[in-house]
């Protein structure tokens, strides 16, 4: 990678998506962060005026082709050496209350909206200096293999699709010298984990940066626990 590491996170606003910002900012990387209502990200508009050289804050809905679009042209030409994927809903419901729409809408965000941000920004990672990188934040709920509890529908149908969509894309990218981290963050204290999790957003994202590091054509569309542990399907 370049001396300066630029890097896009997307749901950059709070929890998960903040400690991203906040640390790669502590890394002196060039850092593009977005949030769907930028003029409410009050913690993101702090660490701006604290980053003011390093830190860029744009509005952009991943569930909307020409919102995605629009990001892509406000960043025009900026190489990227690194693209975060962390926007995403929880979804409700279980088999008997099922509302279709709402699994439509999960799918569209967390799945799609993976999609059509990797697609907008290809161009851009295909400028970076070393190897380009991809990392999609998802949820060990996406493994079919780990589903003991059953339940949560649209959200554990919306992570399996980006699992999915994160694997095709290792082999898509790699004539392009990019590659793709599949990410589960564990059980995290934020507004979707609650209270009760196990480990704070610090730990987690310390231990997603170190993956990321890490990250080479040999781990390319493998699906990895923050702890270090890698992942059934």
Not at 65 to 81: F, I, M, R, T
Not at 202 to 213: A, N, P, Q
């Amino acid at each position: 990678m370049a001396s300066q590491t630029s890097v896009l996170i997307v749901g950059g606003n709070r929890g998960l998506g903040l400690e991203w910002v906040r640390q790669w900012l502590d890394r002196g990387a060039r850092v593009y962060a977005t949030a769907r209502q930028p003029a409410s990200a009050e913690d993101l508009q702090k660490l701006q005026k604290r980053f003011r050289e390093l830190l860029s804050i744009h509005q952009a809905d991943v569930a909307s082709d020409e919102s995605v679009e629009n990001l892509g042209k406000a960043l025009e030409d900026e190489p990227l050496d690194l693209l975060i994927h962390n926007a995403g809903v929880r979804g409700r419901g279980g088999l008997g209350d099922l509302d279709t729409d709402e699994v439509l809408e999960v799918l569209n965000i967390n799945s799609i909206g993976a999609l059509r941000t990797v697609r907008e920004f290809l161009p851009h990672l295909k400028q970076s200096d070393g190897r380009g990188k991809i990392a999609l934040i998802t949820s060990l709920m996406g493994s079919i293999d780990d589903n003991r509890s059953g339940g949560a529908y649209s959200y554990r149908m919306s992570k399996a699709a980006l699992n999915m969509a994160g694997r095709s894309m290792a082999v898509d990218l790699r004539p392009d010298d990019i590659d793709v981290l599949i990410l589960h963050p564990g059980w995290v204290r934020t507004d979707m984990g609650g209270p009760a999790a196990r480990i704070s957003v610090e730990e987690s994202v310390s231990g997603m940066m170190v993956l990321v590091e890490k990250l080479d054509a040999s781990m390319s569309g493998t699906f990895w626990h923050s702890n270090g542990e890698q992942l059934p399907w």
